[in-house]
T-cell receptor, first 117, second 118 residues
Framework: EDQVTQSPEALRLQEGESSSLNCSYTVSGLRGLFWYRQDPGKGPEFLFTLYSAGEEKEKERLKATLTKKESFLHITAPKPEDSATYLCAVQVRQGGFSSGSARQLTFGSGTQLTVLP | ETGVTQTPRHLVMGMTNKKSLKCEQHLGHNAMYWYKQSAKKPLELMFV???????ENNSVPSRFSPECPNSSHLFLHLHTLQPEDSALYLC?????????????????FGPGTRLTVL
């Protein structure tokens, strides 16, 4: 069974204090790993997709990395507006691109980040 | 309108009511999804539609009934719900990577409907 575990559950940082969020996964064959940001009462906002170990992607203060077992979301010099819940999800390889099962995202429980001014 | 829109944003209903949630995507995608997000739990996939055909139903109770009349619109019909069905219901869409070599299809989410069942 595919599993995604995010840690920590909650993280409080001072503005400017860099840190990392972890997403560990156990899947039969990774097709893609996704990071989303979710603000309270809103839908998840897409951040990154990573496909293979060693891949990195950056956007402003965020940098996502991927290994064969986990992904990290590094936050450099965070600001209060970075406060949100960060969700990790995996998509696994199935037979055929049009298969509904191929589209399933398995989500972690998220890390709630609070950045204090 | 851009992206994925959902209406209503908030809904309060009694256990005997019938209501519908609406989702519309303006991204030209051909796959749409319903997810349920309960407090302290990961997002749960409910239904997947690919080219208007339902391709996935993750053991969802029959009191939830999806409808996808075209690739831009998705509905979730609700009837005789239970209080434990109170949650944030999220719609998402993606573009099926129909060409060989396409890696995956990113799902884009709407703002959700906050449902409270009394």
């Amino acid at each position: 069974e595919d599993q995604v575990t995010q840690s920590p559950e909650a993280l409080r940082l001072q503005e400017g204090e860099s840190s990392s969020l972890n997403c560990s996964y156990t899947v039969s064959g990774l097709r893609g790993l996704f990071w989303y940001r979710q603000d309270p009462g809103k839908g998840p906002e897409f951040l990154f997709t990573l496909y293979s170990a060693g891949e990195e992607k950056e956007k402003e203060r965020l940098k996502a990395t991927l290994t064969k077992k986990e992904s990290f979301l590094h936050i450099t010099a965070p600001k209060p507006e970075d406060s949100a819940t960060y969700l990790c999800a995996v998509q696994v390889r199935q037979g055929g691109f049009s298969s509904g099962s191929a589209r399933q995202l398995t989500f972690g429980s998220g890390t709630q980040l609070t950045v204090l001014p | 309108e851009t992206g994925v829109t959902q209406t209503p944003r908030h809904l309060v209903m009694g256990m005997t009511n019938k209501k519908s949630l609406k989702c519309e995507q303006h991204l030209g995608h051909n796959a749409m999804y319903w997810y349920k997000q309960s407090a302290k739990k990961p997002l749960e996939l409910m239904f997947v539609y690919n080219f208007k055909e339902q391709t996935e139903n993750n053991s969802v109770p029959s009191r939830f009934s999806p409808e996808c009349p075209n690739s831009s619109h998705l509905f979730l019909h609700l009837h005789t719900l239970q209080p434990e069905d109170s949650a944030l219901y999220l719609c998402a869409s993606s573009q099926d990577p129909t060409r060989r070599g396409s890696r995956t299809d990113t799902q884009y989410f709407g703002p959700g409907t906050r449902l409270t069942v009394l």
